[in-house]
């Protein structure tokens, strides 16, 4: 079992950068690939980056390459999404969530475990 926990989120400008983080609970985190996923209002779920468990592979959606990093620090159980140049569409609620370790996947229902989700609003 694992259990996620984001924090970060909040109000910005256009331009500015937040970072989320996502504590995770277990002791096998190194062997879950972890991603990132939102949701805006009126919008499906939609993928938005992921790492290995070793953290040497990942992958984001081409909305956000350039701007978004994902990254995680085994020590601390924790990954972290970097979004910089945000803008009003970054807008929505984004949802941590943790794979059983096979490959990288953009497709939410491979996801095993998923956060309580955090809202990002972005402000022109």
């Known amino acids: 079992q694992v259990q996620l926990v984001e924090s970060g989120g909040g109000l910005v400008q256009a331009g500015d950068s937040l970072r989320l983080s996502c504590a995770a609970s277990g002791r096998t985190f190194n062997t879950y690939v972890m991603g990132w996923f939102r949701q805006a209002p009126g919008k499906e779920r939609e993928f938005v980056a992921a790492?290995?468990?070793?953290?040497?592979?990942?992958d984001s959606a081409d909305s956000v390459k350039g701007r978004f990093t994902i990254s995680r620090d085994s020590t601390k159980n924790t990954v972290y999404l970097q979004m910089n140049t945000l803008k009003p569409d970054d807008t929505a609620v984004y949802y941590c969530?943790?794979?059983?370790?096979?490959?990288?996947?953009?497709?939410?229902?491979?996801?095993?475990?998923w956060g309580q989700g955090i809202q990002v609003t972005v402000s022109s």
């Open positions: 790492i290995s468990g070793t953290g040497r592979s990942s």
């Open positions: 969530a943790a794979r059983a370790p096979y490959g990288l996947s953009r497709t939410g229902n491979d996801y095993n475990y």
